[in-house]
């Protein structure tokens, strides 16, 4: 198992484009949360996936999109980029079931709008 | 609003010196608490949670909930414990909030 895959693991994008990640949890898990780090930050929660629906979702305006697919996959859009869109963008998955928190992260894209 | 605060950026300590990295939350609920780490060039991952009440590399954390605290603790620090360690905090839907972490340096 590769654990959580994420890509591209570096991009560049102009301000005003829009961008598409992808995630791949690991085997086995069927929620996938997405986390912005800027620099020098901790990870910032955008939003969570379970059921190919959004099940919880943090501070982030309406441009963050996502989606999940029936293999449990995931992408994470961003529109109308802005230069404080520049960060490390992680992916993590968990294990079904109430008492498996534990979270499993991707090693992250970086994301660089110029 | 939950929040977790990490007030140390950077501590240096020397090897086989004792280690305490300061983590402090705010949640109005009972939350679950964990420390996260990322060595160099790794992927972050899971240290340690509070509802394990395990030693994970000779670390330990307390929940103290009267002083909403949740620090990390090592007696022995080694060489191989450099890295940035995030506290975090869940309100139960794992969603986490990350403090702004805090990166330990041990010289030898």
């Known amino acids: 198992d590769a654990g959580v895959t994420q890509s591209p693991t570096h991009l560049i994008k102009t301000r005003g484009q829009q961008v598409t990640l992808r995630c791949s949890p690991k085997s086995g898990h069927d929620t996938v949360s997405w986390y912005q780090q800027a620099l020098g930050q901790g990870p910032q929660f955008i939003f969570q996936?379970?059921?190919?629906?959004?099940?919880q979702r943090g501070n982030f305006p309406d441009r963050f999109s996502g989606h999940q697919f029936p293999n449990y996959s995931s992408e994470l859009n961003v529109n109308a980029l802005l230069l404080g869109d520049s960060a490390l963008y992680l992916c993590?998955?968990?294990?079904?079931?109430?008492?498996?928190?534990?979270?499993?992260f991707g090693q992250g894209t970086r994301l660089t709008v110029v | 609003a939950q929040r977790v605060t990490q007030p140390e950026k950077l501590l240096s300590v020397f090897k086989g010196a004792p280690v305490e990295l300061k983590c402090n939350y705010s949640y109005s609920g009972s939350p679950e608490l964990f420390w996260y780490v990322q060595y160099s060039r790794q992927r972050l991952q899971l240290l340690l949670r509070?509802?394990s009440r395990e030693s994970i590399k000779g670390f330990t954390a307390d929940l103290n909930k009267g002083e909403t605290s949740f620090h990390l603790k090592k007696p022995f620090a080694q060489e191989e414990d450099s890295a940035m360690y995030y506290c975090a905090l869940s309100g139960g839907e794992r969603a986490l909030t990350f403090g702004s972490g805090t990166r330990l340096q041990v010289q030898p």
């Open positions: 993590a998955s968990s294990l079904p079931g109430q008492m498996n928190t534990e979270a499993f």
């Open positions: 996936y379970y059921e190919e629906e959004e099940r």
């Open positions: 509070h509802i």
